[in-house]
């Protein structure tokens, strides 16, 4: 069974950074792709970026690009997000997941979710 726990979420002023981890387990393939989703009050569930299991390629929400930074420790069964340059619309839960296909960022495609962290951006 696949457990997805996130951590590293908190309170920053706008223009700090938070590092998100999430730890992974029960994981078949490393070959799986991995993303985070961020969802806010009211809000649907949106795609922030994801790293391809088969080459570490990575996408991002257009909001994000060049701000935060996904990537892997396959050795660790180990997600991270590096996000910089932290502004208020970051405000959301912020969630992993995996997904057995490639290249997919609708959250439809991800069959397996952590919990969530909050992430809380203040002014």
């Known amino acids: 069974q696949v457990r997805l726990v996130e951590s590293g979420g908190g309170l920053v002023q706008a223009g700090g950074s938070l590092r998100l981890s999430c730890a992974a387990s029960?994981?078949?393939?490393?070959?799986?792709?991995m993303g985070w989703f961020r969802q806010a009050p009211g809000q649907e569930r949106e795609f922030v970026a994801n790293i391809n299991g088969n080459d570490d390629t990575t996408s991002y929400l257009g909001f994000v690009k060049g701000r935060f930074t996904i990537s892997r420790d396959n050795a660790k069964n180990m997600l991270y997000l590096q996000m910089n340059n932290l502004k208020l619309e970051d405000t959301a839960v912020y969630y992993c997941a995996a997904s057995r296909l490639s290249w997919v960022t609708s959250a439809r495609w991800y069959n397996d979710w952590g919990q969530g962290t909050q992430v809380t951006v203040s002014s």
């Open positions: 029960g994981l078949t393939s490393n070959s799986v792709t």
